[in-house]
Each structure stands twice: as structure tokens, then as C-alpha cells.
């Protein structure tokens, strides 16, 4: 004898907590399925164990994919003044960080007890963990098969999220399941992620690994270009930092990266210009604008004697120094994948599910939200934003 729901949500990570709250507190009786012994342990560990909830800048160009005008209207209905006023009612205290991100004070766990919250206000039901073993489509719903057992549903929310971080419990499911029911896929890759270099070219930078400046980033084919100005970390094996986690989304294997290690100063024109000027030798020069133990591996890296006296260098090294800082071309071999990625770019096809409910056109009672979709922030709060947003649309649908 199996049980019956309204809704069977599989997922109890932000999307789907937040989903299975709204369609509880609606009077759907609902049940919460996932695997994962420890609850929404995605959001435990973000924003370095304090959680960037939202942003509060959110806007559809924020976000990746390749129907963008898919997410305009969850985002639109749901937004981050909308889950600020959840918060706040919660009595959370949170910061604004950085270009509008939000943060808890204390830790993300203030946030999982407050969807746990919302799930019981609405009588959600709590299966976990849980393993699901199979889903079929009945007349009137769908069948769940799992380790405790049967369940059946007039509807269905896939919330398993995508790939990333496998070790806390990241699979494909959302991906198999889509394409159990024929719908579209489109391919999946690691996103904000750090980028990698071929161990021997990257040689000359590994003395840099922990140091840390704000740099302007660029990437990406001319139609969909990123460029940002955020903070990069150079590391033993390549780069990493905000700016190389946001570049990384519009980076494609095989393309180049351009960045910008001085982007307010024009170093070519100071070096030509001020050249008699300046006193100091090259490497206590570069050391004012940069630190001192990147101003010294660079100039050794590029071939240039730390003592050198920068009236004695002849211009066209000058030029070619300059450049080399404001305009450094170099190519990642790949990424650190999906162990260190903290969103899956690609997903289930937004062409394929209905931007209001996120049901499935084709399939009706089945929905995916949240990662699951072909729905990719960028890095700041903007993926819970979508998380919350699309669990909300769907939650309200049923």
C-alpha cells in the first residue's frame, strides 16, 4: 500500500525546501524526499559557512542560459526583498558584504532552520534519508519508488540540483530523470570554478600562489563576452578568486583568458612618459602598485632583472613590460571540474517547461527547479535567488 500525496518534492536543498514550504502552507499535503543524511548541506557550507542568501542587485542579467528570457518571470514574482522580508520575520541578522550580497551574521544554519520552519508550518512530510529508486508516470500522477518505500503523486518537483560537488552528495538524477521522459538536456559543465594551466607554463607563477588583487577579467565569444572587475588569487595549479569564478561561466575549453593586472593605470604610458623620472629600480618601482612578491616574480618571470634602472631599459621593453600587466593573454587547460564547482552551468531545457509553473509542457505534474534547470547565476547570492524564485513559482502552481 503505497502513500498518496499532492506533491512529492525530491530535493531538500534550497529550491526544494522551498518549494515543499509554499505548496504545505497552501494546504497541499506534500512529502520532501533526499538522500543525504544531513539537511540542505549545499547551503551549510556557501558563502564560507555564512551563506550568500540573495543579492540584493538581482536582475535576469545575472544569469546564463541559453533562453535567457526564461527566468523574467519567477525572478519577477519572488523577489529578493521577498525572501529579505522572509528573513527578517525569522529575525536573522545578516550584512551586505559586497555589491549587494547578502549574508547571515551568524551561519547558513540560521538559514536551513528557517526553510526546516517553513516546511512544518506546512505540514510537510519528511522522508530522509532516502534513497529513490525509480519514478513512473501513472494515469492520474506518478509513482515513487524508494528505500522506504512507495509513494504516489498528482504531481512531481525534481529539486536534485546539478553535478557540482559530488562529495556532498551531487548527482545526475535531475538529468536522468529528463531524459526518462524525453525532455531536452542541454549539456552540462563545471561553473564558477577555479581555471587551470599545463604545469610547466604555469611554473614561473607557482611562487604567487596566496597572493590576491583586484584585477579586470575577460572571456567569452563576442555575443556572450564576460568581463568583470573582482578580486583574482593565483594558486599552485592556476587561478582562482571572484573574478576567476565568474569568468569561468562564459569560458569555453580551448579559449583564452585576458586580464588586466593594473586596471587603473595605463603602465605603458607611465613608464614612457615619467621614465627619466623615475629613480627607483624596476622591481622597487613595480612594488608600489603591486605586491611586492608579485612585482618580483613578474619582472623575473617576464626576463626582467629586479635592479634594472628604468631610465637605462630601452622602450621597447618598457612597452612591452606595460603590456604585459595590462593586458595579459594566457589559456587555462581546463578547470579544477566539478569537485570544486559551486553551480552546474547547462541543465534541463528551459524550451521544454513552462516559465510560469517550471511543469514540463509535454508531461504534465512534472516540474524541475533550481539547479536541475538551465538557469546559471553568477556568483554573489544570484543562484540561491533563483533557487528561492523558481521554488516559490512552482510551489504556487499546484
Known amino acids: 500500500m503505497s502513500d498518496h500525496f499532492d506533491v512529492a518534492v525530491i530535493g531538500a536543498g534550497a529550491a526544494g525546501m ?26 551549510r557550507i556557501s558563502g564560507g559557512g555564512r551563506c550568500n542568501f540573495t543579492n540584493i542587485d538581482t536582475s535576469p542579467q545575472n544569469f546564463l542560459s541559453q533562453n535567457p528570457h526564461f527566468c523574467k518571470s519567477a525572478l519577477s514574482r519572488y523577489t529578493p526583498q521577498d525572501f529579505l522580508s522572509l528573513v527578517k520575520r525569522h529575525g536573522i541578522p545578516f550584512h551586505e558584504k559586497h555589491k549587494g550580497q547578502l549574508f547571515c551574521d551568524r551561519s547558513a544554519e540560521d538559514i536551513i532552520a528557517m526553510l526546516k520552519a517553513e516546511c512544518d508550518a506546512g505540514h510537510v512530510q519528511w522522508r530522509m534519508p532516502v534513497s529513490v529508486k525509480g519514478v513512473e508516470k501513472l494515469a492520474n500522477g506518478f509513482s515513487v519508488k524508494t528505500g522506504d518505500g512507495l509513494f504516489t503523486a498528482s504531481s512531481l518537483v525534481i529539486a536534485t540540483g546539478g553535478l557540482s560537488i559530488p562529495k556532498i552528495g551531487a548527482t545526475d538524477f535531475a538529468f536522468r530523470i529528463a531524459k526518462q521522459f524525453d525532455l531536452p538536456v542541454v549539456e552540462t559543465r563545471p561553473g564558477l570554478v577555479p581555471l587551470t594551466f599545463e604545469e610547466s607554463s604555469w611554473q614561473p607563477f607557482v611562487p604567487m600562489a596566496g597572493i590576491s588583487l583586484e584585477v579586470d577579467i575577460a572571456s567569452g565569444e563576442k555575443k556572450s563576452r564576460g568581463q568583470f572587475r573582482e578580486d583574482l588569487l593565483f594558486t599552485h595549479r592556476g587561478l582562482s578568486g571572484p573574478a576567476v569564478l565568474q569568468i569561468s561561466s562564459f569560458w569555453r ?89 559551486e553551480v552546474t552551468l547547462g541543465g534541463v531545457d528551459t524550451r521544454a517547461l513552462s516559465q510560469q509553473s517550471m511543469m514540463a509542457n509535454q508531461v504534465p505534474g512534472l516540474y524541475f527547479i533550481g539547479e536541475a534547470v538551465d538557469v546559471t547565476g553568477w556568483l554573489g547570492g544570484y543562484n540561491f535567488q533563483w533557487a528561492w524564485a523558481s521554488g516559490v513559482a512552482a510551489g504556487l502552481s499546484f
Open 253 to 341: 575549453d580551448g579559449a583564452g583568458l585576458s586580464l588586466n593586472l593594473l586596471p587603473a593605470l595605463d603602465v605603458v604610458q607611465i613608464l614612457i612618459d615619467e621614465k627619466q623620472a623615475i629613480r627607483k629600480n624596476l622591481g622597487n618601482w613595480l612594488s608600489q602598485f603591486l605586491p611586492t612578491r608579485l612585482a618580483e616574480g613578474w619582472l623575473l618571470a617576464q626576463g626582467f632583472s629586479l635592479d634594472a634602472r628604468v631610465p637605462e631599459l630601452p622602450d621597447k621593453q618598457l612597452r612591452r613590460l606595460g603590456e604585459s600587466l595590462n593586458r595579459w593573454s594566457l589559456v587555462p587547460n581546463g578547470s579544477e571540474g566539478y569537485r570544486k564547482a
Open 18 to 43: 522551498m518549494c515543499a514550504s509554499v505548496a504545505g502552507q497552501r494546504g497541499k499535503r506534500v512529502v520532501l524526499i533526499d538522500h543525504a543524511e544531513k539537511l540542505a548541506e549545499k547551503i
